[in-house]
Each structure stands twice: as structure tokens, then as C-alpha cells.
């Protein structure tokens, strides 16, 4: 029987599974058929990562603010222990308003260094933090504390010397180790594939609201991921690494706000930044 069904053009079904598995097989099959044709991946560029230039957390946001990436408003402030610098540090913080973040700059990992204070609501507490803050020997940048969050993200993009440029989409924040929630795509990456990989974390849930809670901007989220991979491949040639941690997820239709940012050059050349206060804030 399953001879004369061959001879006629008709694939034999034999048995429950493997009829099962070969429906499977083929729509799989089908669906990479009806996927629109790749464009070539970046290939891998050798590149000097010994002597890189790494602009501040303040720096990096203003580049990545120019390339369309929502950033907290933020203010660098000279500051030391005992000094009578009050005033300066009390007009910087009223200009950005309460509550706010102080961190130190210039240490990569804030957390584990405890060179950041968080929702620093008065004076007082600024002036706190920041003497506490003056271990480091660092400057000191105060910038809004993001209001409305949902959950964080991590963005990275890196390049590997056999694919290219990666990018690397995981849950966010101080656990992102703990969680071990990632994807990893080849750029570049199309909205499809990103919206794909969104949805492939264990924090997707959060897009559609948590057990009550409020939904997070998925449109803002893939707009801004987008926007980073566009920054990553007009940088392709001398971008070691981008790192944006946490990208934080506000409630839907409210966008994401990139909370930190590291950016290493190969190159000494930095990419030109646009004065322009509207881009470097997001919208209430």
C-alpha cells in the first residue's frame, strides 16, 4: 500500500508519531521558505581593544541620546567631602527635580562598588549620599530616577571573532547573571527576529502584564533595540563593546529609558554629539 500511495506522489503516513514528526518537519520547512531572504551578517573586523576609549556614563548617554535612545535627564557635579560645594550640588538637583540618583563615574559595575545612591528624595539625603559617594575620587553625576518602571532589560552588542557583531537582549538589572535569560542574534537583526527574541525571554510576561500589573511598552522596546543596532552597525568598525543596563521598560505607551551605558572604542574617534536638550530626556 505504502508503495502504490508512493507511486502516486503521496508521502505515506506511517504511524501516529511519525506522521506527527513529519507534520512538524514540514511545517517548519514551509516557514523558512516564507522567510524573506537574510541580509549578509556583519562580518568580524580586527580591532586594537588594548588602548579603547571609554567614555563616561554621561558621555555615552549623550551619544546614545543623539541616535534616538531615551536617556534620564542628568547633570555632572564637582563634589567632595566637607567642601562648600552645597550650593552647586542643591541647584544641580533642583534643576533635575526629586527624587534622583547619584553615582560615581567612571567604575563600570556601580552596584558592586556601591558607587550609586538611589531615589535620593531632599537635599539632605543628596548631601549624604554624596559624601558618601567621595570614597571613589570620582565625579559625580546626578540624573532623574526613572518613574513608571515595569521591568529592566540588558542590551549588549559585541564582536565576535568568528560571526561578527552580536547582539545579546537578557533580563535586566543587578541579577542578569542570576536569571541567565538571554538571546543572542546575528546582525543584522531584522524587527521580526527582535520582536522574536522579546518574546523567546522569560520576562516577555511582562509585556502583557504580570498578574495584574501594568502592561510595558513592547513598541518602544523593539524601537529602541533597533535604534542601538543602527548606532552598533554605523560603528561596526571600531565598536569593542556597547552595554546598555539596565534598559528600563516603562508602562506602555510611556517608552524605555537607558538607566547606564558603557561604550568602548577601538578608535579614538568619537561620534559627533548634537546640543540638543529635547533628545536627551523622555517624554512623561
Known amino acids: 500500500l505504502a508503495e502504490k500511495l508512493i507511486a502516486l506522489g ?58 534616538g535612545i531615551n536617556i534620564p535627564v542628568g547633570k555632572k557635579i564637582s563634589h567632595r567631602q566637607g567642601a562648600d560645594d552645597n550650593d552647586s550640588l542643591a541647584a544641580a538637583v533642583e534643576e533635575i527635580g526629586f527624587p534622583v540618583v547619584l553615582k560615581s563615574l567612571g567604575i563600570a559595575h556601580k552596584s558592586e562598588m556601591n558607587a550609586v545612591k538611589l ?63 538571554s538571546q543572542t542574534l546575528l546582525l543584522p537583526a531584522s524587527r521580526s527576529m527582535v520582536e522574536k527574541a522579546l518574546r523567546n525571554l522569560k520576562s516577555s510576561v511582562f509585556f502583557d502584564g504580570f498578574r495584574g500589573s501594568p502592561k510595558a511598552d513592547f513598541t518602544d522596546t523593539v524601537r529602541t533595540i533597533l535604534a542601538a543596532q543602527k548606532f552598533a552597525l554605523e560603528n561596526s568598525r571600531r565598536l569593542v563593546e556597547l552595554d546598555i543596563n539596565p534598559l528600563i521598560i516603562r508602562h506602555q505607551g510611556q517608552g524605555t529609558v537607558a538607566a547606564d551605558a558603557l561604550i568602548k572604542f577601538a578608535n579614538p574617534q568619537i561620534p559627533p554629539l548634537v546640543s540638543n536638550p529635547e533628545r536627551s530626556k523622555y517624554h512623561a
Open 119 to 181: 531615589d535620593l528624595r531632599d537635599h539632605h539625603a543628596v548631601r549624604v549620599a554624596a559624601d558618601e559617594l567621595s570614597h571613589t575620587g570620582c565625579e559625580l553625576y546626578a540624573e532623574e530616577m526613572v518613574k513608571n518602571p515595569v521591568f529592566e532589560l540588558l542590551l549588549g552588542f559585541s564582536t565576535d571573532e568568528q560571526f561578527g557583531l552580536i547582539m545579546t537582549i537578557a533580563t535586566g538589572g543587578t541579577l542578569v547573571e542570576v536569571f541567565a535569560d
Open 10 to 67: 503521496i508521502a505515506p503516513m506511517l504511524g501516529i508519531s511519525e506522521t506527527l514528526d513529519a507534520i512538524e518537519a514540514a511545517a517548519a520547512i514551509g516557514e523558512g521558505w516564507n522567510q524573506p531572504e537574510s541580509l549578509p551578517v556583519v562580518p568580524p573586523t580586527v580591532m586594537n581593544s588594548a588602548d579603547c576609549l571609554i567614555p563616561d556614563e554621561a558621555e555615552a548617554k549623550q551619544i546614545l541620546s543623539v541616535h
